[in-house]
C-alpha cells in the first residue's frame, strides 16, 4: 500500500462521515452512515467499506471496532462507569442479591417477587449433576489446575442436554441458560473437591447462590459448614461485580463462537479458556503470586522499576484496564468490602495483606503509574478478599467464571435474537511471502 500515493479525510456530515480516499492521484469520496447509541460515542457503520473502497480496516485488538450492538452493559471508561441494563454497579453491589442481578441481565428488567421467586425456583432446579458427569472429574490429575476442568466438564455438558441444543427453540435455549446458571457453581467447587481429594458435596437449595457455592466449597460429611454472613455477602459482591463486562476478551471469544451456531455449552468452555489468560481473569490469581513473589514491602521499589521497564516484561498484575483510564468502579466498591470482611475476620494484620497496602499506595503516587493512568483494578481487590477468606489461590479465576456465566449467557442470547448477526469472520492484513513456485524435496 505504501508504494502508491494515497491520503484520506475524513470529515462528519450530519448522519453521514464523507470518506475521501486519494489513489494514485484519484480522489473518490464515499459516504459512510453514523449510527448513535443511547449512550456513548457514535459508531461509522463501515459494512460497506470494503465493497465500496476495496479497503479492510486494520484494529489489532479492536480499540477502536464495536462489533455489535448490545443493550446489556455500558462501560464510560474515562467517567469510570458501569452500567447494567442502565443501573449503576454500585447501586445493584449495594442492593443486590446475584440471581436478581442474573435475570436483570437476562431479561432486561430487575424482577418483581414473583419473577424472582420463579426464577429462583427455575435456577435451583437445575443445580446438581448428572451422576455420570461426576466421572468426568475421575479423569483428572488431582494437580489439575481448576479452570482446565472447569473447560472440559462445561464444554461435556453439551453430551448430555441433547434437549436444549436447538439454537433455533427459545425454551430450549431458556432451559439451557438455566442448566448453565445453575450449574457453574456446583462444577466449580467439584473441581476444588476433587483437588484436594474430599467427597463432593451436593447443592442444597434453601441456600442462596453464594452461600450454595460456600456450602459446596467447604462443607464436609463430618462437619457442617457454618455459612458466615460477612464472607456470603462478600461472595455474593464478587459475583455480582464480575456478572458482566460488555465485549470483553470471554465475551466477544462467546459471541465468536455461538456466531457459528455452536451450542451454548461449548460456547461457554470457550469463554471459560479465553478467561483463564492473566491478562484477563487470571489476573486475580496472578495478583497473589506476584505479592507473594515481591515477598515484603522493602522489594517494592525493586517490581516497580520492572514493571516501568519496556524490556522487561513483569506487569503489576492488578493494575490498569482497556477500557477504564480514571478508576475500575468495581475496584472501588471491592476496596470497601475487602476492609469489611479483613475486618470481620480479624486478618488486618495478615503481611500479604500490608504489602498490597503498600503497593497500592506507592503505585498511586508513582509518575508512571499517574501519566498511563493505570490504577487497580477489581482483580486486585477480590485476590485480597479470597485469600482472606480461605479460597485457595488456583480458585480465584474460577469464581470469576462462575459469575461471568450470567453475562456470557445474556450476550448469547441477545446474539442469537440479533436479527443482523452473521458469522463472525475477521479479516486480516496478510504481511507473508509472494506467491512463488513450489520446491520439490530433494531440491530444496
Ligand atoms: N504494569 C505496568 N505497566 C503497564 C500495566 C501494568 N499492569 N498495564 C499497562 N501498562 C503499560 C504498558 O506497558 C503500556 O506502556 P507503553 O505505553 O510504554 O507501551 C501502557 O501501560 C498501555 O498498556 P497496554 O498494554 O497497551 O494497555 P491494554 O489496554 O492493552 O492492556 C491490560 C490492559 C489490563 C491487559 C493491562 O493493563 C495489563 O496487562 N494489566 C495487568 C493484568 C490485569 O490486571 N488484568 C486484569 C484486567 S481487569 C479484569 C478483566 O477485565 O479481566
New binding site residues.
Given amino acids: 500500500m505504501s508504494s502508491h500515493n494515497k491520503s484520506s479525510s475524513l470529515s462528519h456530515q450530519g448522519q453521514v462521515a464523507k470518506l475521501t480516499l486519494s489513489k494514485n492521484g484519484i480522489e473518490q469520496s464515499f459516504e459512510f452512515p453514523i449510527l448513535s447509541g443511547t449512550l456513548g460515542p457514535d459508531v461509522l457503520d463501515i459494512r460497506e467499506l470494503y465493497t465500496q473502497t476495496g479497503y479492510l480496516t486494520y484494529d489489532p485488538?479492536f480499540t477502536s471496532t464495536a462489533s455489535c450492538e448490545s443493550a446489556i452493559t455500558f462501560v464510560d471508561g474515562e467517567k469510570g462507569l458501569l452500567l447494567h441494563r442502565g443501573y449503576t454497579i454500585q447501586e445493584l453491589a449495594t442492593h443486590c442479591d446475584f440471581l436478581e442481578v442474573a435475570y436483570l441481565l437476562l431479561y432486561g428488567e430487575i424482577p418483581n417477587q414473583s419473577q424472582k421467586i420463579d426464577f429462583e425456583q427455575n435456577i435451583i432446579t437445575h443445580t446438581m449433576l448428572h451422576e455420570q458427569l461426576i466421572n468426568f472429574y475421575q479423569g483428572f490429575r488431582r494437580d489439575a489446575h481448576p479452570m482446565a476442568i472447569m473447560v472440559g466438564v462445561v464444554g461435556a455438558l453439551s453430551s448430555f442436554y441433547h434437549d436444549s441444543l436447538d439454537l433455533k427453540d427459545p425454551e430450549q435455549r431458556e432451559l439451557a441458560s438455566y442448566r448453565l446458571i445453575a450449574k457453574m457453581p456446583s462444577i466449580a467447587a467439584m473441581a476444588y473437591k476433587y483437588s484436594v481429594g474430599q467427597p463432593f458435596v451436593y447443592p442444597r437449595n434453601n441456600l442462596r447462590y453464594a452461600e450454595n457455592f460456600l456450602h459446596m466449597m467447604f462443607a464436609l460429611p463430618s462437619y457442617d459448614y457454618q455459612i458466615n454472613k460477612t464472607i456470603a455477602q462478600a461472595i455474593n459482591k464478587i459475583f455480582i461485580l464480575h456478572a458482566d463486562?460488555e465485549q470483553?476478551?470471554s465475551t466477544s471469544t462467546v459471541r465468536l463462537a455461538g456466531s457459528s451456531a455452536a451450542n451454548p455449552f461449548a460456547c461457554i468452555a470457550s469463554g471459560i479458556a479465553s478467561?483463564w489468560g492473566?491478562?484477563?481473569?487470571g489476573?486475580n490469581e496472578?495478583?497473589l503470586n506476584m505479592l507473594k513473589e515481591i515477598g515484603t514491602k522493602d522489594q517494592i521499589p525493586e517490581y516497580l522499576k520492572r514493571?516501568?521497564d519496556?524490556n522487561d516484561s513483569f506487569?503489576?498484575?492488578?493494575?490498569?484496564?482497556?477500557v477504564y483510564k480514571n478508576f475500575?468502579p468495581r475496584a472501588v466498591v471491592l476496596k470497601e468490602s475487602c476492609h469489611q470482611v479483613l475486618d470481620a475476620l480479624g486478618v488486618k494484620k495478615d503481611p500479604l495483606f500490608d504489602l498490597a497496602m503498600e503497593l497500592e499506595k506507592i503505585a498511586l503516587q508513582d509518575e508512571?503509574?499517574i501519566e498511563?493512568k493505570?490504577f487497580p483494578?477489581?482483580?486486585?481487590y477480590s485476590g485480597i478478599i479470597l485469600q482472606a477468606i480461605g479460597i485457595p489461590v488456583s480458585m480465584f479465576t474460577v469464581l470469576f467464571a462462575v459469575a461471568r456465566t450470567v453475562g456470557w449467557v445474556s450476550q448469547w442470547r441477545e446474539m442469537i435474537g440479533d436479527p443482523v448477526q452473521k458469522i463472525g469472520r475477521p479479516r486480516q492484513r496478510y504481511i507473508g511471502s509472494m506467491q512463488r513456485p513450489f520446491i520439490a524435496l530433494k531440491e530444496r
Fill in positions: 485488538g463486562h470483553n476478551a478467561l492473566p491478562a484477563h481473569g489476573a496472578a495478583v514493571a516501568k519496556r506487569r503489576l498484575m492488578g493494575f490498569g484496564h482497556r475500575d508512571y503509574f498511563k493505570l483494578n477489581v482483580d486486585f
